[in-house]
């Protein structure tokens, strides 16, 4: 709990404690001040224990849709907890310590205990409602706030988008251009230029909804690798397999290529016993992604590492309960796993 809120909630205990005891002298006007004050401050604190029970335990985990039936059990633990605190402490141990009890019930033991319960159940249930209506007025204002925050990152990256798209769109016609100079003179250097010509196409792809076909996103991981191998002839060791049919598949574009970029980075290249392995599975429902890589102790670059960072931010906003990104690392060997709904796309 922030600093903030704890104030708000101590200055509230405060003002209902007070509301409480002011109530008590006024209700036992001639009766001993002292059990008063007893009975007071141990009903004030079994409503704390209540209510934070409640606002920090009950409501987070079962206030949801298709959690009924647990909310309604966790509620009646609740007011079973609040009835068995008020028994143990006013009836049991207030009589054996102080020489006073709060309930004077006579009779017999089912109508005592019937009256006893029937009585708690209705000073619980004030605090109950009162728990839920706090938390859920916090968690709309959390959401609130998260989605301000949403759109105002949007509107951020829609701005450096706009202003990064001259120096892209330059760089992929110039590229065109060096290409049909280069292809009668040096067939290499000019099928190096068109991958990177299709890499820059890619990057520079929009669509309507966001969503790039599956197909897309293979081809330009092929187009990224063949540039290596271009790079490191006979000297790169990258293998890519596909199971499954990723006709139909739609997702938002550039999720894979950071594990593949972190693999070439810190991975081993050059050793063919021991070769980046990436494969993509789809189906089942779901695209399932695995990189494997040895280790390398040397870093090919000191640049910092945001693709890792990056991705899983894209993957909260883009699929809320609906990926999975595991990363493994041993001594010598790194494997990361990355699983996305299929079909849909970002939801």
């Given amino acids: ?33 002292r059990s008063g004050l007893w009975l007071t401050a141990s009903f004030v604190f079994i409503r704390v224990v209540e209510f934070y029970l409640c606002y920090l335990v009950v409501y987070p985990r079962f206030l949801r849709a298709g959690h009924t039936g647990r909310l309604v059990a966790a509620l009646g633990g609740v007011v079973a907890l609040f009835i068995g605190m008020r028994a143990t402490l006013e009836e049991v141990l207030f009589p054996a310590l102080l020489g006073f009890r709060n309930y004077g ?98 990057m520079l792809h929009e669509s309507p909804d966001g969503q790039v076909r599956l197909e897309q996103e293979i081809e330009y991981l092929h187009n990224y690798l063949d540039l290596y191998r271009l790079r490191f002839p006979n000297h790169f060791h990258v293998h890519l397999s596909v199971t499954g049919e990723p006709a139909g598949c739609r997702v938002a574009p550039l999720l894979l290529i950071p ?55 894209r993957l909260e906003l883009l699929y809320p309960g609906r990926h999975g990104l595991d990363l493994a690392a041993t001594e010598d060997r790194y494997t990361a796993s990355l699983r996305l709904a299929s079909g849909d796309g970002p939801g």
């Fill in 1 to 33: 709990m922030k600093s903030y809120a704890l104030r708000w909630h101590i200055l509230g205990w405060l003002a209902y404690s007070s509301y409480e005891v002011v109530g008590k002298l006024l209700e036992r006007a001639g009766s001993p001040l």
């Fill in 259 to 313: 594990l593949v970029e972190n693999a070439i980075k810190h991975g081993v290249l050059d050793d063919p016993n021991t070769p980046v392995h990436i494969h993509l599975r789809i189906g089942g429902g779901q695209v399932q992604f695995q990189v494997d890589n040895q280790r390398s102790g040397n870093h090919k670059d000191h640049t910092t590492g945001i693709g890792l960072p990056n991705l899983r931010r």
């Fill in 105 to 202: 019930l006579e009779g017999a033991f089912a109508y005592r205990a019937g009256y006893y319960i029937i009585d708690n159940v209705y000073f619980a249930s004030p605090v109950i409602v009162i728990s839920a209506a706090i938390w859920a007025a916090q968690a709309a204002f959390r959401r609130e706030q998260e989605n301000r925050q949403l759109r105002e990152e949007k509107r951020a990256a829609e701005v450096a988008f706009l202003k990064t798209q001259i120096n892209p769109h330059f760089l992929y016609n110039t590229l065109n251009m060096l290409f049909s100079l280069a292809y009668p003179v040096a067939k290499p250097v000019a099928e190096a230029i068109l991958k990177l010509s299709e890499l820059m196409r890619y």
